[in-house]
């Protein structure tokens, strides 16, 4: 049942994702059109275009993902919550290659993360930096193992370093650190700023006392707007398709918590 759920949830965020569904719909009013029902095709395919538009334009994208990073404030002084078992990095992708230097091998995602991770654990010396993160199900070696590499090359002594490299996902790696530190401890919860509001509920859940250090804001980095930034583009879809992708996430926690299964 668990692997099948976990083959389900990136499908069902797949198909909610606004290019797959404006796919979906130009599809369709081509299969309209060549029936014969070309005023009913036409409306399906400007229907699909304005999803994209829409979904590619800064109020929306700014309107979805702002107010997930603004739920829990940067943890900027490192200092302020006192006593932290541990700094947990939550994973995301690696690609590792010889011919590529580590930053290359380490995706966006996973790059800023541990960057804010080892910030943290430069300023916190007593604590434990905990690096998780699975192996992609394609064969691809555990994320932890690149954390921790690169963590090394940032001047984290290895004696520091925890590796959790099963888990598959955000519930995992809660299960995961509970195991590894036990229940009740402190932590500073590293993740990027829209996965933050999910990734607290599952370390909640488990029994840990988690303290957000959010990092990767992707919103309300402009004060002002020029005429083209009125424009949709690729970036504010990404921001669009990530908002929707949490707000799934949430979604799918509300139901299992009522005992119903997404």
């Known amino acids: 049942m ?15 994702m606004p290019m797959t569904i404006a796919s979906g719909l130009v599809v369709l009013g081509l299969v309209f059109w060549l029936l014969g ?18 979904a590619a334009w800064w109020p929306v994208s700014e309107g979805l993902l702002g ?3 603004r739920r829990y404030p940067a943890l900027v002084d490192p200092s302020a919550p006192g006593d932290v078992a541990a700094i947990v990095v939550l994973g995301a992708g690696w690609w590792p290659r010889a011919d590529w230097p580590l930053s290359s091998q380490l995706n966006e995602n996973s790059a800023i993360r541990l960057f804010e991770g080892v910030r943290l654990a430069h300023a916190l010396p007593e604590a434990r930096l905990i690096l998780s993160g699975g192996g992609g199900r394609d064969g691809r070696p555990p994320v932890a193992s690149g954390y921790a590499q690169a963590a090394r090359e940032l001047g984290i002594a290895d004696a520091r370093i925890l590796t959790l490299d ?6 995992q790696e809660a299960y995961a650190v509970d195991a590894a530190i036990g229940p009740g401890r402190r ?47 690729s970036g504010n879809l990404r921001k669009t398709e990530r908002a929707l992708h949490e ?16």
């Open 37 to 54: 029902r070309q005023r009913a095709g036409v409306r399906l395919m400007i229907g699909a275009a304005l999803i994209v538009a829409l």
């Open 2 to 16: 668990e692997s099948l759920l976990a083959l389900v949830k990136p499908l069902v965020s797949a198909l909610a």
């Open 67 to 69: 107010p997930l990073e």
């Open 247 to 262: 707000y799934l996430g949430l979604l799918a926690l509300e139901l299992d918590h009522r005992g119903v299964r997404p």
């Open 187 to 233: 932590i500073l919860l590293v993740t990027s700023a829209a996965h933050m509001p999910r990734a607290m509920r599952h370390f909640e859940r488990v029994g840990l006392a988690p303290i957000a250090a959010p990092t990767q804001h992707l919103t309300g980095r402009y004060e002002k707007r020029t005429l083209l930034s009125w424009l949709p583009s």
């Open 166 to 171: 099963s888990a598959l996902d955000t519930a």
